[in-house]
C-alpha cells in the first residue's frame, strides 16, 4: 500500500491543522492505522492510532487535542490537531502496518511525510 500525506504548514501556537492521509488501496477497514512524528535525530513517535474497529489510542502529549478519524469511501485518514504548541512540531508520517523493533518503529509503507511548524 501506498500512503501519501498532507496538511501540513506554518501554524502559530494556539492553531490548529487537519492532516490528511490517503491510501492507495482499500484499507481503512481491515487494517489499523497511526499517525507519527519525527524530528530531526530523533526517532519517529506515536501520536495516535485507529483500529479497523474504530477504537482510538493518542500519546499523553496529544491526547485531548488531537484527533484522529477516517474516512473509508475515500481511504484517507485524518489528523485533527489543536491548540497546536512548538512542541507538536515535526514532519508527521502515517502507517498503514508497522511494528517496534529495538526502540524503533519500523513500516514498509512510510509516506513522504508533511511538515507541520509551529511559531511561538
Known amino acids: 500500500v501506498q500512503l501519501v500525506e498532507s496538511g501540513g504548514g506554518l501554524v502559530e501556537t494556539g492553531g490548529s491543522l487537519r492532516l490528511a492521509c490517503v491510501a492507495s488501496?482499500?484499507?481503512?477497514?481491515?487494517?489499523?492505522v497511526g499517525w507519527f512524528r519525527q524530528l530531526p535525530g530523533n526517532e519517529r513517535e506515536l501520536v495516535a492510532t485507529l483500529t479497523s474497529a474504530g477504537d482510538t489510542a493518542y500519546a499523553a502529549s496529544v491526547k485531548g487535542r488531537f484527533t484522529i478519524s477516517r474516512d473509508i469511501v475515500y481511504n484517507t485518514i485524518y489528523l485533527q490537531m489543536n491548540e497546536l504548541k512548538p512542541e507538536d512540531a515535526a514532519v508527521y508520517y502515517c502507517?498503514?502496518?508497522?511494528?517496534?523493533?529495538?526502540?524503533?518503529?519500523?513500516?514498509?509503507?512510510w509516506g513522504q511525510g508533511t511538515q507541520v511548524t509551529v511559531s511561538s
Open positions: 488501496d482499500n484499507i481503512l477497514s481491515t487494517n489499523a
Open positions: 502507517a498503514a502496518d508497522w511494528a517496534l523493533r529495538g526502540g524503533k518503529y519500523e513500516s514498509p509503507s
